[in-house]
């Protein structure tokens, strides 16, 4: 969430960062709401004041009453409309204060100023690439293609089970997808520093409010039918973000650096028609996903150190790939900046995102009320939140599959998860 100080202070100068993005923030309307606030502000301050001086004169009025034989009614009347005129002026200044809260629920975060122009993907800028794609001697098969027929990848009993957009895997790819995984947690524990984290696979609406998924994104929420409002979670970012909310953390504990491997659950509700095919866009799939906690004038250097941790998997497994910065039309809802990571997928001739790593800044931790004790002023302030796929796990495994895809029917198995897979160097797939 934006600073609602802000917000209400200089909205014009939100508007104009928020345009970026292609969000037209209503600057009429929260003028007309300040001026309703201090309005009611100044009248609820006003009517406290007079109760506050009414209650300390009331005891030697009553006093006096008693002594003269008067009625004490009066007295008790006006201090009892006192309280309740008091009491309807702060109900009208929360009202208005929670329908600031409830505007702001739906507002964007503000795109940093590095964040280029542009209204859609076509408009994000390639910042570097790693890899060269692989010329082939023979046509290079999807991994459809390459699984389905050795049944290793099987669509149409996912159907069966659960539906469309769902997938069965058997044998040497659902080990591969294991052992990616492992690899995977391995390297950003062992190699990046990052604490292991088992987090719920449900969570309460609390949660996805700070986060920023609700209210914005309900329609591409699994929500369970269930009275206290659980919904499968669609990234562990939810739950693992959630995990510092509500809390203090002392300067000494930051930063903090989790990773969490769980699956993903998303109804894909705005992508009807898109990638209905294979393991690209799946309503359930797994992800290893890195979360920060930072001080806030680390959080730019944090970014960077994520998205790099991302990238040294794709290297280590030698798939190529290039990073883009999302232009201010593709970002995120609570992203200030998003760096996504593509990998070279053959079958299509074209990189596709397999990991998205965004700094949030404050908008998140403003949400959740995660604070850090700054040392220099002893005071609770927000800390900056951010994440990042370290990486989508079904995406990897199809990037293996058809970039070491050979002509005789198998899939070299790259050497760094050989361990992983006792030894195994090669998938036979038919041909």
Excluded at 4 to 15: F, N
Aim: aromatic residues 8%; hydrophobic residues 40%.
């Amino acid at each position: 969430m934006l600073d609602p100080r802000l917000v209400r202070s200089d909205p014009e100068t939100v508007a104009i960062a928020l345009a970026k993005r292609g969000f037209s923030l209503d600057v009429a309307w929260l003028r007309d709401l300040e001026d309703q606030r201090r309005a009611a502000q100044e009248r609820t301050q006003a009517l406290q004041a007079e109760r506050n001086a009414y209650a300390k004169a009331m005891g030697k009025e009553m006093a006096a009453a008693k002594a003269e034989g008067r009625d004490l009614e009066p007295l008790k009347a006006k201090g009892e409309a006192l309280k309740n005129a008091v009491h309807d002026a702060e109900a009208e200044l929360e009202a208005i204060q929670a329908r600031l809260e409830a505007y702001l629920l739906e507002v964007p975060n503000t795109p940093d100023v590095e964040v280029p122009e542009g209204k859609s993907e076509d408009d994000n800028v390639e910042i570097r690439r790693w890899g060269e794609p692989r010329a082939f001697a023979f046509e290079p098969r999807d991994h459809v293609d390459l699984g389905a027929p050795a049944d290793l990848l099987d669509f149409e009993a996912a159907t069966k089970v659960a539906g469309s957009r769902f997938s069965v895997m058997r044998g040497e790819f659902a080990r591969l997808h294991r052992a990616l995984i492992q690899f995977m947690l391995d390297t950003h524990i062992d190699g990046h520093g990052y604490r292991e984290v088992y987090v719920p696979y449900i969570v309460n609406r609390e949660s996805l409010l700070g986060t920023g998924q609700l209210p914005k994104f309900a329609a591409d929420l699994f929500k369970l039918d269930d009275e206290r409002e659980f919904y499968l979670i669609p990234t562990a970012e939810v739950p693992v973000t959630n995990i510092h909310r509500d809390d203090i953390l002392a300067p000494e504990q930051l930063p903090v650096k989790y990773v969490c491997h769980s699956p993903c659950f998303r109804s894909e509700a705005g992508s009807y028609g898109k990638d209905t095919r294979g393991l690209i866009r799946q309503h359930q799939f797994e992800k290893v996903e890195l979360v920060q906690f930072v001080r806030p004038d680390e959080s730019d250097a944090a970014l960077e150190a994520l998205t790099g941790h991302a990238e040294a998997i794709l290297k280590k497994l030698g798939l190529p790939f290039r990073t883009i910065i999302l232009c201010g039309g593709d970002i995120g809802f609570s992203a200030a900046r998003t760096y996504d990571i593509e990998v070279w997928v053959p079958s299509q001739g074209k990189y596709r995102e397999i990991s998205s790593c965004s700094n949030f800044r404050d908008f998140q931790a403003r949400r959740l009320k995660a604070r850090w004790r700054n040392p220099d002023t002893g005071k609770p302030e927000l800390l900056h939140t951010l994440n990042g796929s370290g990486l989508a796990v079904g995406r990897t495994l199809l990037a293996i599959v058809e970039n070491f895809q050979e002509a005789d029917g198998s899939v070299v198995v790259p050497e760094v998860l050989r361990p992983y897979m006792g030894g195994v160097e090669r998938i036979a797939v038919s041909r």
